[in-house]
Nanobody, 125 residues
């Protein structure tokens, strides 16, 4: 099973960009669908984006489509989330996640098998 560590959160102004990174341990990284979730204060955790092990299938939440880009580097065991045109409503703790069952399970099930500890993104207006 992989272990996940996120980095890259911080405080930015609306309209700015930010890049989150997630480093994974373990030799089976390329077999996992990787994703990002977020949890805003007082709200439930929600799916943001996911990418399959091969990188061929990617899915986004409607709220971030066109602004966020997920990518992965299997040689470096990393997955990234590039966030552009950030809005105050993007403020949340962002979690990296891994799941061996695929994008559909992660997106529709709003679930994952392995979670990182989270990194806080704050967007000021």
């Amino acid at each position: 099973q992989v272990q996940l560590i996120e980095s890259g959160g911080g405080l930015v102004q609306a309209g700015a960009s930010l890049r989150l990174s997630c480093a994974a341990s373990g030799r089976t990284f390329s077999t996992y669908t990787m994703g990002w979730f977020r949890q805003a204060p007082g709200r439930e955790r929600e799916f943001v984006a996911a990418i399959t092990g091969s990188g061929r299938t990617i899915s986004y939440a409607d709220s971030v489509k066109g602004r966020f880009t997920i990518s992965r580097d299997n040689a470096k065991n990393t997955v990234s989330l590039h966030m552009n045109s950030l809005k105050p409503e993007d403020t949340a703790v962002y979690y990296c996640a891994a799941d061996g069952r695929g994008v559909i399970i992660m997106k529709l099930g709003q679930s994952a098998e392995v979670w990182g500890q989270g990194t806080l993104v704050t967007v000021s207006s």
